[in-house]
């Protein structure tokens, strides 16, 4: 017995349409008539339509349907199609390959988007403008150090590393206060379990208003924790 295994079946083209597409597109492919292959080709682009909903959400996915039709047909479908039949060549094209940048960053905890904003701001002439946009560069600078850092920052380091990222250019305004940032310990949103110690090893419900029994028979205590 000889059992028909993928691995010895012919390559699929675009495995998002299965085996059976590719098959009735080669049977297309066969077809003595152009009328005939018109025929059957309308019936398997609503088929491949179907087998791939989302591609209604795209522009166009008619044409679509049809680019994907002459593909799995290695360009070789005779039929009369409604769009453009797409160039074999621009299938196998290889892109360009993507430079990446190879100059190193001065201070890694503040990244490269503000060496980037340093430039943009040295480039402004307009005094106000430019000092406006030094302070959100300060801003965001702190917010940086503090997040790969984990530990406060005084400002002057701020304005010090900003007068050395722009080469002395770009100086914060003295009467200019950076805003705190605060330390988390703890995720937005994450709660510390009840009776779990805090960093000085008491417990955190000491000192909370908890229900004691009341008139509606639940307990009720004060800020001791001790029961009236």
Known sequence: ??????????????????????NMVAYICSL???EERN??????????GFLNPHLRDVTD??????DHLHIISDFKIDVDSPYPK?????????PEPLGYPQRPIRFKHYGKTVEMMIKRA??????????LMVQNIASFMKVAY???????????TIVNDLRELSNGELILDENYTLAKVEVRTNAPGVRQKPGSSNSNGSNINKGRMSLNKGNNGRAKSNNNGKRK
Do not use: S
């Open 1 to 22: 017995m000889i059992f028909d295994y993928n691995t010895t079946r012919d390559k699929l083209i675009l495995a998002e349409y299965g085996r059976n597409v590719q």
């Open 32 to 34: 003595p008539t152009k």
């Open 39 to 48: 025929r059957h080709a309308q019936v398997v682009i609503d088929l491949m």
């Open 61 to 66: 996915f008619k044409h679509k349907l049809w």
């Open 86 to 94: 797409p160039a074999e060549e621009a299938m196998h094209k290889r």
């Open 122 to 131: 040295k480039a402004v002439d307009e005094p106000q403008r430019r000092q």
């Open 146 to 156: 503090v997040t790969w850092n984990k530990d406060t920052v005084a400002d002057e």
